[in-house]
């Protein structure tokens, strides 16, 4: 009989500190509230006496917690740079063994090591593999006794001795209640998506990478909004991958705009072929968009139409860029950006007196926008201020689902109709007391397929 017959109790792999992290905060940008936060566990870790002569304990676990690619795993080994302490990184799953106790054992050795190289970290990365909530429902035993093992340790260890843990997930709402209680994860950061400045600070940090001439960082941190850090680290990417395609030395402002049309686009097809006639009813159709945008207040100023092919399948698209950040919409803001939705198909509809399936994309977003002033805003005079709808892992998917009767989801329905109907019937009204300007811009945009918001204002107001 085998001699190691009985030893899968025990963990057999090594678990390995890194001692010399060189990230360090200057190299996360976008996130000062989650770095003041850290801070004070690397100056714990560098001066304990401080702490210990008023009584102080560091706290024992931190949760971070945001959205992927908001730098959960960077600003954790940041933190280890910062203190020159060792860094132990593991991620959830891989606690989850095939045998039962095999997990839990891993748990048990890594505390063990961990505490013999006090001062020091451990990060677990998508802790949610193995800390979700206990129902009584399903049944794991592996992963509940990791998890089991997981309490009892951050019970059992010295928060004293300079060990702490970082712990990151985006989706805090799956995590067990044991978990989050003081005393385990005392601290929860939050490290959301980067406003306007945050967005500026961390294109500046992946620049200083890459050779480039002088960039309009507002213009691009503007047209990035609601990107995280790791979309605008390849955005930046993309844009070095296209200077060299280009065969040019340095990046330019062009060629980060670009990236971000790729990125939200895809790149340009160039051999697809498209008839003259379909190709006029895509330059009214984009045109029709940006005339509605124009002709109403608390638009965003159009920034730029194109009608050349996507890989996407986009045949065309308008994009516009507000001037700042903006944090609140009113009803009026919604309605407006749903009638701007509408204004593709409108302009179809007048100059063709026809309709195309190119307005799909613009049907799903308007109707799930007034979805979701009726059902999550309050914005409706039927349902005043009830929630109707929840939002399901709000970091990830954002899947949302109605909490209400049949007979209320179907007056919901009518409701949603009517707002988008209205918004359509107004942007029909625009298109045809502009329909002088809709020919005179269209003929424009065919002749040269993609023009600047400033080309697009300049002949709707001459």
């Known amino acids: 009989m085998d001699g190691n017959y009985m030893s899968f109790g025990k963990n057999k792999e090594k678990i390995y500190a890194e001692d010399e992290i060189k990230t360090t905060f200057a190299d996360v940008a976008g996130q000062d509230e989650a770095k003041e936060s850290l801070g004070e ?39 280890a740079g910062e203190a020159k302490v060792p860094f132990f990184a593991l991620s959830g799953s891989e606690f989850v063994q095939m045998f039962v106790g095999m997990g839990a054992a891993k748990v048990r050795d890594l505390f063990s090591q961990a505490n013999k190289k006090a001062p020091c970290i451990i990060f677990i990365d998508e802790i949610d593999a193995i800390g979700k909530r206990r129902d009584g429902m399903t049944t794991n035993d592996e992963r509940e006794q990791t998890l089991n093992q997981l309490l009892t340790e951050m019970d059992g260890f010295d928060g004293r001795k300079g060990v702490v843990i970082l712990a990151a997930t985006n989706r805090p709402e799956s995590l067990d209640k044991a978990l989050l209680r003081p005393g385990r994860f005392d601290r929860r950061v939050q490290m959301e998506l980067p406003d306007l400045e945050g967005r500026k600070a961390i294109l500046q940090v992946h620049l200083k990478k890459v050779k480039h001439e002088e960039i309009d960082l507002d213009l691009i941190a503007r047209a990035t909004s609601g990107a995280s850090g790791a979309e605008l680290a390849n955005i930046v990417n993309d844009a070095a991958l296209r200077a060299v395609r280009n065969n040019s030395s340095s990046i330019t ?16 097809r160039k051999g697809k072929v498209i008839s003259d006639e379909e190709k006029r009813i895509i330059a009214y159709h984009e045109i029709g968009h940006a005339m509605v945008a124009a002709k109403q207040s608390h638009s965003a100023p159009v920034h730029k139409i194109t009608i050349i092919t996507r890989t996407s399948g986009a045949l065309g698209y308008t994009m516009q860029i507000d001037e700042g950040e903006r944090n609140l919409y009113s009803r009026e803001d919604l309605e407006n950006r749903i009638a701007t939705l509408t204004g593709g198909r409108a302009a179809e509809e007048v100059i063709f007196n026809k309709i195309t399936t190119g307005a799909s994309n613009d049907i799903e977003q308007a109707t799930k926008l007034a979805r979701a002033m009726v059902t999550r805003y309050g914005m409706s005079k039927e349902f005043d201020m009830v929630a ?22 179907a007056r919901v329905d009518e409701v949603v109709l009517s707002i988008v109907k209205n918004a359509h019937e107004k942007a029909k009204k625009i298109i045809r007391e502009n329909e002088a300007k809709m020919h005179e811009l269209s003929e424009y945009l065919i002749q040269k397929e993609t023009i600047t918001g400033e080309e697009f204002m300049n002949i709707l107001e001459n």
């Open 388 to 409: 109707l709808e929840t939002v399901n892992n709000p970091y990830l998917s954002s899947d949302t689902s109605l909490s209400c009767s049949a007979e209320t989801a």
């Open 253 to 268: 402002t062009n060629d980060l705009e670009e990236s971000i049309e790729t990125v939200i686009a895809g790149a340009q």
């Open 41 to 79: 566990i690397i100056d714990f870790l560098h001066n304990p006496e401080k702490y210990g002569e008023i009584g102080a304990a560091l706290p024992k676990g931190v949760l971070l917690v945001g959205p992927p690619g908001t730098g959960k795993t960077l600003i954790a080994r940041a933190v």
